[in-house]
């Protein structure tokens, strides 16, 4: 069975054992961290780096104009609350995305639960999953990414903001800003390893922010 996109009304946020066949089991369930959410997905850093421009760019203008920096500084106050305005939306979203999505990883599958307006579901066997990555950060969180085969692969913008950057045409679901993600990736290296009859190797462990791979493939960068 392929990977499976779902999108409907009624759904639960956080996958029950009880929805399960018989003889699976979860190994383990999480929610994205909602700040390496805002600061990753919704490029928060980015955000404040082009006011922080646009403001410097204003305080040169207004004093070429004027020749009085007071004024220019004066000017480029009246940036702030735009400023305060849009970094509190992208946190709010950032907020609400993270509540509104789950990570399950079961004895036979991933199942990614996410949406604020319109729930979704992927349903990603482990037997489908050809490699997966993981970049950890600083903080501990990190960034799973899984290759799928080109067969049901759901599309970029399906998949958003679990999709592996920059892949739009051929788009692989990412377990996104996962708090303690060195750990995360064992597991799913494990489950991997237990559901393809050993064909892959587990992911070492690391304590330390790297890029790292797990599977007979080369390791991918995120």
């Known amino acids: 069975m392929s990977a499976v996109m779902e999108e409907f009304d009624d759904i639960k946020p956080v996958v029950d054992a009880g929805e399960l066949p018989a003889g699976e089991t979860i190994l383990w369930q999480g929610r994205p961290d909602w700040w390496r959410l805002a600061v990753g997905a919704f490029r928060l850093k980015l955000v404040g780096a082009w006011f922080l421009a646009f403001a410097l760019w204003k305080v040169g203008a207004t004093h070429h104009d004027t020749g009085s920096w007071a004024t220019g500084l004066a000017d ?3 940036l702030l609350p735009a400023l305060g305005v849009g970094v509190g939306l992208i946190m709010l979203l950032s907020f609400l995305t993270a509540r509104a999505t789950s990570f399950t990883l079961t004895s036979r599958r991933i199942v990614m639960r996410y949406g604020v307006a319109l729930p979704a579901q992927l349903n990603i066997p482990l037997a489908e999953i050809d490699h997966a990555a993981v970049k950890i950060h600083a903080d501990g969180t990190g960034d799973l990414p899984l290759k799928l085969p080109k067969k049901g692969r759901p599309s970029y913008f399906q998949l958003w903001p679990y999709a592996r ?24 290296g494990d489950a991997l390893v237990a559901s393809q009859g050993g064909k892959r190797a587990a992911l070492p462990a690391t304590t330390t922010p790297a890029k790292a791979g797990f599977g007979a493939a080369t390791p991918a960068a995120v």
């Open 76 to 78: 480029a106050a009246t």
């Open 165 to 188: 950057p920059w892949k739009l045409g051929a788009a692989e679901p990412m377990l996104r800003a996962v708090p303690r993600a060195a750990e995360v990736a064992r597991l799913v």
